[in-house]
Structure formats: C-alpha cells, structure tokens
Nanobody
Framework: VQLQESGPGLVKPSQTLSLTCTIS??????????WSWIRQSPGKGLEWIGY???????YYIPSLKSRTSISRDTSNNQFSLQLSSVTPEDTALYYC??????????????WGQGTQVTVSS
C-alpha cells in the first residue's frame, strides 16, 4: 500500500486548506481500515486530525471538529481533508495514514511521505 498527499503548500490565513491522499495498492473500501490525517507542527508532536472509515463514517478530534471535513472519492481511491479558517498555528507537515483495526493488527500501518503546508499571507 502506498499513500501520496497532494495539495497547495501555501495557504493564506482565514482560507481553507485542502489536501488529497491518493491510495495505491489497496482499496479505500476494504473492511476494517480507517483513513486518517495526522499533522506535526514545528516543535510539537504528532496530532491526529480525524479519519474516514471503510464504510464512509467520519470522526474528528473535538478541538478541530468545527473546522474539519474529511471526504472520499471511491472511484478514484482518494480521500481528502478540508480545514477551514486556517491560522498560522495550522502550519504543519500533514500526513495521510492508514489505521488498521484488523484483529491481526491494530494501529497505523502505512504513512504517506507528508506534505508541508504553511499558513501565511
């Protein structure tokens, strides 16, 4: 499985950050996988933003829920992140990640290479 993020590297404050993750070697609808977005800000640890599941259900962490939307395009095997009303605090390296909830393995098993997004005017 390979994951590849794409999207603008520079976003202006108050605008919407939009990223897409393209999946190869696996299907976004395969049971028991959650397709996640995780970010790492300068000097900070990893922050899980949320996911869209194999069935299409979504979850967002409470602190970002009001500004976050994760959707999918099953025909193109992609999922996307939209984060609205961004500020410089949203500047980070953004990763798309697969989380497995298979009985044989629970955890994040495949990561994209990450894409840097900077929020600046």
């Amino acid at each position: 499985v390979q994951l590849q993020e794409s999207g603008p590297g520079l976003v202006k404050p108050s605008q919407t950050l939009s990223l897409t993750c393209t999946i190869s070697g696996g299907s976004i609808t395969t049971n028991y996988y959650y397709w996640s977005w995780i970010r790492q800000s300068p000097g900070k640890g990893l922050e899980w933003i949320g996911y869209i599941s194999y069935s299409g259900s979504t979850y967002y962490i409470p602190s970002l829920k009001s500004r976050t939307s994760i959707s999918r395009d099953t025909s193109n095997n992609q999922f996307s992140l939209q984060l609205s009303s961004v500020t410089p605090e949203d500047t980070a390296l953004y990763y798309c990640v697969r989380k497995s909830i298979q009985p044989s393995f629970l955890g994040f098993d495949y990561w994209g290479q990450g894409t840097q997004v900077t929020v600046s005017s």
